[in-house]
Every structure is written in structure tokens, then in C-alpha cells.
């Protein structure tokens, strides 16, 4: 059975920091490419960043470049998003997704808030 679990979601203060992990289970970790998007209320579910299977590629969304950093440990079967000087505007759930070639998997979502 397939699970993509995300946690370390909550509210975080502008400017701090908060990591979120999202351990896979199920299938082959270490083969699929892996991502972490958001959604606000009312908004689109849009890319935040995404990792290569071996790790050696990333990309982010120009909103969160030089903020956010993810990163993956396949011993682990688990991607970590890096959440430093979280804005206001990061508030949504973040999801973690799977993929390769025909296949996606999704999590089921963490909740950040970025409040004073």
C-alpha cells in the first residue's frame, strides 16, 4: 500500500524557520523524482520544489528560492522541505507528491501558517 505522510506543519512566525518531512512507504523511494507543492484556500495547487530520485537536481518556485531548500534521504524514504523566513504569503497545506513516468502519488497534506 502506497502512503505519502507529511508532518512538521503549524504555525511558524514570519522570519523563522520550520521543516516539514514526508515519509514515503510502499513503493520504490529511491526511483521517483519527488515534489512538495501548496495550496491556499481558494487558490490552485502550485509547485513549491521538487528533487531528483538521486538527489543530485532541484528546482523551487521563484517565490521560495533562496528561502526554501529540499532535500531527500533514501535510506530514509523521506524528502524534507526547509522552510527559513517563511512569509505570510507561504500560509497553505503542503503536499508532498511521488512521481515516475505514469505514476503520481499524493500525501494528504500538512497545514502551515506563517502568523505573528
Known amino acids: 500500500q502506497v502512503q505519502l505522510v507529511e508532518s512538521g506543519g503549524g504555525l511558524v512566525q514570519p522570519g523563522g524557520s520550520l521543516r516539514l518531512s514526508c515519509a514515503a512507504s510502499g513503493f520504490s523511494f529511491s526511483s521517483f523524482a519527488m515534489s512538495w507543492y501548496r495550496q491556499a484556500p481558494g487558490k490552485e495547487r502550485n509547485l513549491v520544489a521538487a528533487i531528483s530520485s538521486n538527489g543530485g537536481s532541484t528546482n523551487y518556485a521563484d517565490s521560495v528560492k533562496g528561502r526554501f531548500t529540499i532535500s531527500r534521504d533514501n535510506a530514509k524514504n523521506t524528502v524534507y522541505l526547509q522552510m527559513n523566513s517563511p512569509k505570510p504569503e507561504d500560509t497553505a497545506v503542503y503536499y508532498c507528491?511521488?512521481?515516475?513516468?505514469?505514476?503520481?502519488?499524493w500525501g494528504q497534506g500538512t497545514q502551515v501558517t506563517v502568523s505573528s
Open positions: 507528491k511521488a512521481t515516475r513516468v505514469r505514476y503520481d502519488y
